[in-house]
């Protein structure tokens, strides 16, 4: 058809169409990010549950779960039961470049995998710290917060990778053997936190609610279970489409984010595939670990708690 291109097996459409308001790029731009990363991207998202976030012309972002009905049949796709909905949510998988260059001209800049993979729901693959800075703060304080994680991970003899989230952020993911179970890894997950806040309250903090981080950088241990993450190799819908990236963590201090783009990921990474190269092998939880996080509230719960404690504090005021 006039006007259509096809790559992939994948007939794409609009590709000159600005991508979102302040990207600076167009659907064409992402498309050609989609495929130079290629199968880097693809084995992140491999066999995991799949979200995704689009934007289409004039309207604001927003994320997809469920595949829509056009989605063609060549799409792999798995069941999850959403126990907050208490419906079946039918996933994408996308095992193959095919799919994801399929979602490129859906306008899917974002891509959030689950935590596991659909064979083994819901055993986890990785713990995940989200070192988030307070308002105020900048992307210098995330990495310390990263620091101070890495220095309690080290203190078990675990390690993990590093990535910036493509906004302000820091991820840390460590990865963990086959069938941790996935209260077990949440525990670990809180613990993790936990210990990192002890090694410097200062500059760090667990505490769920905004008002109570007090201009600190948040351990944020809720990553788990059912939860997604922007995946390595992710575009994401910031300014100048950053991109979540993949480092070495002797360079976190030398960069920002916004270093990170459709544009310059391509002549930065060239043949290689950082993220794979970083991650450490798969490690066993150390049982003390374990037993610590499963003496930690769960943040999300404990913070509804407190909120209705407050709430009932200020009516009675």
Known sequence: MAGKEVRGGVELSNLDQPLFDGAEATKRDLIDYLEFVGERLVRVLRGRPLSVVRVRPGQEPFMQKNLPKYTPEWVARTPVWAESSRREITYALCDDLRTLLWFGNQRAVEYHPTLFLAENAPVPTHLVLDLDPSPGQTFADAVAGARLIREALAADG?????????????????????????????????????RAER?????????????????????????????????????????????????????????????????TVPELIGDNDPWASEMPAPQELPADLVEEGHTIPVARVQAMHEGKRRARARREE
């Open 158 to 194: 675990l390690a993990g990778a590093v990535k910036t989230s493509g906004s302000k952020g820091v991820h840390v993911f460590v990865p963990v053997v086959a069938g941790v179970d996935v209260e077990d890894a949440a525990a670990a997950t809180r613990a993790v936190a936990a």
């Open 199 to 263: 090694i410097d309250p200062s500059i760090s903090t667990t505490a769920f609610i905004r008002e109570d981080r007090h201009g600190k950088v948040f351990l944020d241990a809720t990553r788990a279970g059912g939860a997604t993450v922007a995946a390595a190799y992710s575009p994401r819908i910031r300014p100048g489409v950053t991109v979540s990236f993949p480092l070495r963590w002797s360079d976190l201090d030398a960069v920002t984010p916004a270093d990170f783009t459709l544009r």
